[in-house]
């Protein structure tokens, strides 16, 4: 791990369940391969990660079973390992490509940016060009304008120990918002595409479909029917990401997916039991396959238990190398560099919107009203318009470094707006853009808006759970409150912790993290964690600057309101524009594009930034 990370905090833990194939799973890692430096349950490093994979490779080989490394994408925007260079992925690319992968694909995030498309096609395909896969995504070649696949559309392999025939599939959901360079083929059209109709006629002894998809959305349903109506006894396996949640879908007895969380914090593990290798072209009917997973929190006290290794003979020369370069390269973009001391945690969905911990009420009160100037029509009155999807993790108390800045926010949108926009017109948009769903049109879905965790179907537990308030009637996002697997239940569980072993106690006090349920059961998290809750945001928040005062002598005493503008600036961060010209739209407004004009230049990463180094005392 980095140095300064914090050790991991032994918990009671449950084991890997072996089988014949093996999965190892990493999705959605948003460039975090240093691991998280400010929380010990997820301080483990990619390099850390290779010396995992090695020792894990080898169990296989003794074991006599198959292990497979796999990641679903979004590999990079969200850490300033990779945003914070110049061009982005200077050192991240690299340091991602020293780990060996059996199969890989392509997130949303590759594609937001056509040089993030380019640099995909120049550096990770070719490093990986065995085992990249781009079933339904291709790449507009610069220099001759032509369409060709981003890679191959499918890969056969047969596995080193027990000999199966795999076929594998690389999907990405139906992504609209890629950029020109890319062109992401909806899923149904995909499956019509000949190659993909003889995949799934090549009689393998299991499917393996890999994509940058939540298990809960269409797309990996309808892959699932196509295969299956087939390929009726054939075992599929489904590696998918995209919602940053730990989950596992049952599609029938031999079809599961899992899903392996997001930043980093998670390393999936999927077991499969029970392959019957086809003897001539059939599978029998009676074959009982059984899948097992297991969520891995991504510390060295884990890694060291699943491996069955201590500090001095889990890290191998290759892991630690590879910790050496994440650290040159945060050295060598100052990611240390402290901007300011956060006196408290201010969370996205840990917290209740709106209250003093919450990290889009500071937003909205402090840092936008302050941070959101034009000189020149600084007097004007204004409504700051920001998704809350644009916020893409917590701050912890302690120090807020050049690295939180692209934690929190990492995106390069700018702020925009129309101005002199009637108040009454202007004042409606918010409110549409929080729930006037069916204005939007389905290209404009608004859950596009908000924060993944929240945006993508997700499964019952977690929609039983946020139909559940809290005692105050706030939504939760998901908290599994009533989870069997509390505190004091600990069944499964095979090592407690150091200190609690020397307390003698039977029922340590845990701590906090994920505690997950899935169609699997709630025994996949290998440590033990009590629940934590999280709550629900809305799609954006507001600011309202430069408003006018209430009418008074100014003693305080003042009781009524103050006057609405007559007309607004309506600033808005450029990612939401399609939906606030709609909505302005719906509200009367007769605007377009045409319309918009840039407010500032800052990026929402500058505007934090710069106003934690102005409020926030530098050190800690
Ligand atoms: O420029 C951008 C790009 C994305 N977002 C937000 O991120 C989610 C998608 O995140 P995933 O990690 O791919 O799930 C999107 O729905 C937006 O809410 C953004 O705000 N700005």
Known sequence: SQPGAPAPVAAPMRDLEWGQINFIHTTDIHGWLGGHLQEPQYSADWGDYISFTSHMRKKADEKGVDLLVIDTGDRIEGNGLYD?????????????????????????????????????HNTTVPKFKHSYIASNLDYIEPETGNQIPQAQRYIKFTTKNLGYNVVALGFLFNFDRNANNSVVQPVEEAMKEEWFQKAIREKPDLFLVIGHVGLRMKE?????????????????????????????????????????????????????????????????????????????????????????????????????????????????LNL??????????????????????????????????DSIVNEERKDVPRLAIVNTGAIRFDIFKGAFTKDSTYLISPFISRFNYIPDVPYAVA?????????????FSSALDTQYLTI???????????????????NEGRR???????????????????????????KGKDDPELIGGYTTRDDLGDDGDDAIHSPIKFYAVPNCIQAKISFPSPPGNGDGNDTAPAPDPETVDLVFIDYVQPWVIKALQFSGGDYSNDNVKVYTNSTLTDVIAGWVKKHWKKDC
């Open 336 to 369: 240390d560099d402290s901007f300011g001391c956060a006196s408290q945690d201010l969370w996205m969905s840990r917290a209740p919107y709106p209250s003093d911990s919450s990290i889009f009420s500071w937003l909205e009160t402090q840092v936008l009203p």
């Open 84 to 120: 914070a260079s110049n061009p982005k992925g200077k050192y991240s690319y690299d340091i991602f490509g020293e780990q060996t992968i059996d199969a890989l694909c392509t997130g949303n995030h590759e594609l937001y940016q056509e040089t993030s498309v380019a640099r995909e």
């Open 452 to 470: 993944p965790e929240q945006a993508v179907p997700r499964g019952p537990f977690f929609e039983a759970a946020s139909a559940e308030t809290d």
């Open 427 to 439: 004042s409606k948009v918010l409110e549409l853009l929080n729930n006037g769903g069916p204005v």
């Open 220 to 332: 990996f349903e309808q892959i699932f029917k196509v295969i299956r109506d087939e390929n009726w006894y054939t075992p599929i396996a489904f590696l998918g990401g995209h919602a940053h949640v730990r989950d596992a879908r049952k599609f029938d007895d031999k079809a599961y997916a899992i899903a392996s969380g997001r930043y980093f914090e998670t390393i999936g593990f999927l077991s499969i039991d029970g392959i019957k290798k086809k003897s001539g072209s059939e599978v029998s009917a009676e074959a009982a396959v059984t899948f097992k997973r297991r969520y891995i929190d991504n510390n060295l006290f884990g890694l060291h238990y699943h491996t069955g290794l201590n500090e001095s003979t889990f890290p191998t020369e290759h892991g630690r190398n590879v910790s050496r370069l994440i650290a040159e390269g945060r050295k060598a």
């Open 476 to 502: 939760l996002l998901f908290a599994d409150v009533d989870s069997p697997q509390k505190p004091l239940s600990l069944s499964g569980a095979n090592s407690l912790s150091k200190q609690d072993e020397d």
